[in-house]
């Protein structure tokens, strides 16, 4: 029997075997993780109102720079990822972009044996800087959030947004290559009225457009249920728009979140029906915070260090049995309720979507 040399921390309702199981990413309900999403930050140059807004400023406090992983311990770590078989790696935030070097942690992972995607989540405040050089290190897409297009609501949303370079990012990345996505939370008496607008928008840069329902993260304190926005509802008004959505085969590609539906003419548009229609049946994802903590879903606050695995001198094995206690751990399927509450502790800018 392997004996652990290291204490393995628990933060939730976690525990990690003394031994790995033959197939450390294969969790209790026949899923398979593939897919890993890491915050490379906590930090954000925006304050959206629905993630991170300036008020919630005192129950947030920034991880010092002591308390973040380093590229040389997220390198250690997604090498044992990629060994127990995951292939595709998604850079969030906080905001990605903002992590000095973030080009030269691009590539890094992608020199990673068995990595075969890169891809990144960002605000694109800084996309059309960095598009080409991120191109260049190996990144295949990013998605890009952008919930309207009337550059004062833009302001207004993200605390201190500038639509104007978000729009120039998304086509540098368009033209560095990059497959791109546009991601809009739809909100109710905020966006809903642009739905096709945001459509036509991304479609005329040669981005692929996505809607996501609001979701209550930080115990719902963000959230309004007068502002939800269900997807049925989302999809109607773009039918109103577009006419019948024919819902896409998509054969072979990864189970994601979204669903695609086909506008026709070869657009296609996403929608993240997170609240009203789950899709945790085939959830495929681990996400690690900036600070190491491993948690098996976006809708639980459980989670397991691998810091304290790292930092502590543990072995690849110590680090491979605290991964294969937060897969055991996944539960079925995440508790956020229609009221609002239910929802994790946890906010959305600390485990980056
Ligand atoms: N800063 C980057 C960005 O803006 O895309 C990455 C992090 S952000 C947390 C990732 C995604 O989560 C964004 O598309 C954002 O709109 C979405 N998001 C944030 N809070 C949300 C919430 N409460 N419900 C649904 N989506 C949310």
């Not at 308390?67 to 990822?81: G, H, N, P």
């Not at 990345?173 to 546009?182: D, F, I």
Request: charge should be neutral; hydrophobic fraction near 40%.
């Amino acid at each position: 029997m392997v004996m652990s040399r290291v204490h393995l921390p628990v933060l939730g309702g976690i525990a990690v075997p003394q031994v790995a199981p033959a197939d450390p990413l294969l969790d209790g309900f026949a899923r398979r993780i593939r897919y890993l999403r890491v915050s490379v930050t906590d930090r954000c140059n925006y304050r959206c109102s629905y993630c991170m807004p300036e008020d919630l400023g005192d129950q947030l406090s920034f991880a010092p720079k002591s308390a973040v992983l380093s590229f040389e311990e997220l390198e250690r770590v997604i090498t044992i990822f990629a060994r127990l078989g995951v292939r595709k790696v998604r850079l969030t935030g906080g905001e990605p972009t903002v992590r000095k070097g973030i080009v030269e942690l691009v590539a890094r992972i992608h020199r990673i044996p068995g990595i075969d995607q890169v891809v990144m989540t960002t605000n694109g405040h800084l996309l059309a800087e960095l598009a080409a050089p991120l191109a260049a290190a190996g990144l295949s897409a990013v998605n890009v959030s952008v919930d309207t297009l009337d550059p004062a609501r833009f302001a207004t949303l993200t605390g201190r947004g500038e639509l104007p370079r978000v729009l120039a990012g998304i086509d540098a990345a368009v033209g560095a290559g990059l497959a791109v996505k546009t991601n809009a939370v739809a909100l109710r008496g905020v966006n809903e009225h642009e739905l096709a607008a945001l459509c036509e928008d991304a479609w005329s840069r040669g981005a692929v457009p996505r809607f996501i329902e609001h979701m209550p993260m930080s115990e719902g304190q963000l959230y309004a249920t007068e502002a939800e926005l269900p997807s049925s509802e989302i999809r109607g008004r773009l039918e109103a728009v577009f006419g019948p959505l024919s819902q896409e085969a998509r054969p072979g590609a990864d189970p994601g979140p979204a669903r695609y539906w086909s506008v026709g003419g070869g657009r296609e548009v996403g929608i993240i029906s997170a609240m009203t229609d789950h899709f945790c049946g085939d959830c495929n994802r681990l996400r690690l915070t900036a600070t190491g903590a491993l948690h098996a879903c976006l809708g639980h606050d459980d989670a397991v260090s691998l810091r304290d695995v790292l930092r502590g001198g543990g072995s690849d094995e110590d680090l491979v049995r605290a991964v294969a206690g937060a897969v055991t751990g996944k539960r079925a399927g995440h508790v956020f309720d229609r009221s609002g509450t239910g929802g994790p502790g946890k906010h959305m800018i600390s485990i980056g979507g």
